[in-house]
C-alpha cells in the first residue's frame, strides 16, 4: 500500500491539517485562517497567533482523519513546516508533529514553507513537468528560482527589500483598507480606471531578474497624501497600484524563462492568486509559446496539503528519520536545503 503523509502547517495565521497518498493524491485536508482575529489589529499579532494555533491544531487533525477514514495507524511519516515563519506559531507544528511521529514510531519531515509552495502546482491537474521556472510571490518573499527537481533549485532572482505581496498590503493600508490588504486592494482595483496615475516601475530595466518594491510604497504614500479621499480616487489608484506590481512581476518572470530557455513557469503563493496577474502572465507568456502553471485557489495560500505533499516526495527520497529533537528556523533561505 501507497505510504500516507501527515501534513502540519503553521508557519504563520493559518492552521493547516492534510493527508496525502503516494499514488492516490490528497485524501483530505483542512484550514482555519486567523484572518477575522487580526484584523482587529491591522496585521498578525504573533502571540496571538500562536495561541490560537494550539486550539486549533487537534480538532483539524481529528478533523481530517475523520473526513480521509484513515486512522492514526496508518500514517507512515508526518511532515511540518520548520521554517521560515513567526517562531511561536512554527513551535506549535513542530512540537505537535514532533510528539505524535514519536509516539506512532515513524519518521518525520521537516519542510521548508517556500518549498511546499513551490511544489503545490504539481498538485493541480495539468502539472508542471520538471525542469521550470517558479515565481514565489508569498508573503514577505518574491523570488525567482530554476527548479530541476525536488530539491534541485537555483536562485535566479529575489527582492532586495519589500515584497510584492507587503507592497499591496502596506498600499491597501495606505488607502484606508482593511486587513487582510492584498485581496482588498485588489477588489478596490477592480472599478478603478486603468492610466489614470502614474507609479514607478523599480527595477523594470535593472538588467536582472532582481525585485525592489519599496519605492513603489513610498510613491503610493505620496500619492494618497496628496489626493483627495473619494472613492473613484482611491479606486484609481488602486488600480495603479496593482497593475505597476503585476508588470514588474510580468517583465521579470519573461525574463527568467529567456535567460533559462525555458517555456513553463510556476506560480506560487498568495499572490498568485490575483486575477489580473493569472490573466497578464496567460497572455505574454501563451504568446511566446510558453505555458503557466498554478495552484487551485485554495492552495495558493498556506495550507496544509502543500505541505503534506513535499513530505512525501521528500520521504520518496528516503528523506525523514525518527530523531524526535527539533528546532525551528523562523529564517530559512531556501537555498540551504537543495540537494
Not at 70 to 97: K, N
Request: proline share 4%; charged share 20%.
Amino acid at each position: 500500500m501507497s505510504l500516507i503523509t501527515l501534513g502540519i502547517e503553521s508557519s504563520c495565521d493559518e492552521t493547516g491539517i492534510a493527508l496525502y497518498q503516494m499514488g492516490r493524491g490528497l485524501l483530505a485536508h483542512a484550514l482555519h485562517t486567523q484572518v477575522a482575529m487580526h484584523s482587529e489589529y491591522g496585521g498578525v499579532v504573533p502571540e496571538l497567533a500562536s495561541r490560537d494555533h494550539v486550539r486549533r491544531i487537534i480538532p483539524l487533525l481529528r478533523q481530517v482523519m475523520h473526513a480521509a477514514d484513515v486512522s492514526l495507524a496508518r500514517i507512515d511519516a508526518i511532515a511540518y513546516t520548520q521554517g521560515p515563519g513567526l517562531g511561536g506559531a512554527l513551535l506549535v507544528g513542530a512540537s505537535v508533529a514532533n510528539a505524535l511521529a514519536y509516539a506512532l514510531d515513524i519518521p518525520v519531515i521537516g519542510i521548508h514553507h517556500l518549498e511546499g509552495h513551490l511544489l503545490s502546482p504539481l498538485l493541480s491537474d495539468p502539472a508542471p513537468e520538471f525542469p521550470f521556472v517558479a515565481l514565489l510571490v508569498s508573503g514577505g518573499h518574491t523570488q525567482l528560482m530554476r527548479v530541476d527537481g525536488v530539491g534541485q533549485y537555483t536562485l535566479l532572482g529575489e527582492t532586495l527589500d519589500d515584497a510584492a505581496g507587503e507592497a499591496f498590503d502596506k498600499s491597501a493600508k495606505l488607502l484606508g483598507l482593511d486587513y487582510p490588504g492584498g485581496p482588498a486592494l485588489a477588489k478596490l482595483a477592480a472599478s478603478g480606471r486603468s492610466g489614470q496615475y502614474k507609479l514607478p516601475r523599480p527595477m523594470l530595466h535593472s538588467g536582472n531578474l532582481d525585485f525592489s518594491f519599496s519605492g513603489l510604497k513610498t510613491a503610493v504614500w505620496t500619492l494618497a497624501k496628496q489626493s483627495d479621499h473619494h472613492e473613484q480616487t482611491r479606486a484609481d489608484i488602486a488600480c495603479a497600484v496593482q497593475e505597476a506590481i503585476i508588470d514588474v512581476l510580468t517583465h521579470k518572470a519573461r525574463a527568467a524563462l529567456a535567460q533559462t530557455g525555458l517555456n513553463r513557469l510556476v506560480v506560487a503563493g498568495g499572490v498568485g492568486a490575483n486575477r489580473l496577474l493569472r490573466n497578464r502572465l496567460n497572455e505574454d507568456i501563451g504568446k511566446r509559446g510558453g505555458a503557466v502553471f498554478y495552484p487551485d485557489l485554495e492552495f495558493c495560500t498556506d495550507n496544509g496539503a502543500m505541505i503534506a505533499f513535499a513530505g512525501a516526495l521528500r520521504l520518496a527520497q528516503q528523506q525523514g528519520d525518527k530523531d524526535y529533537r527539533f528546532n525551528v528556523k523562523p529564517r530559512w533561505n531556501l537555498a540551504e536545503i537543495t540537494n
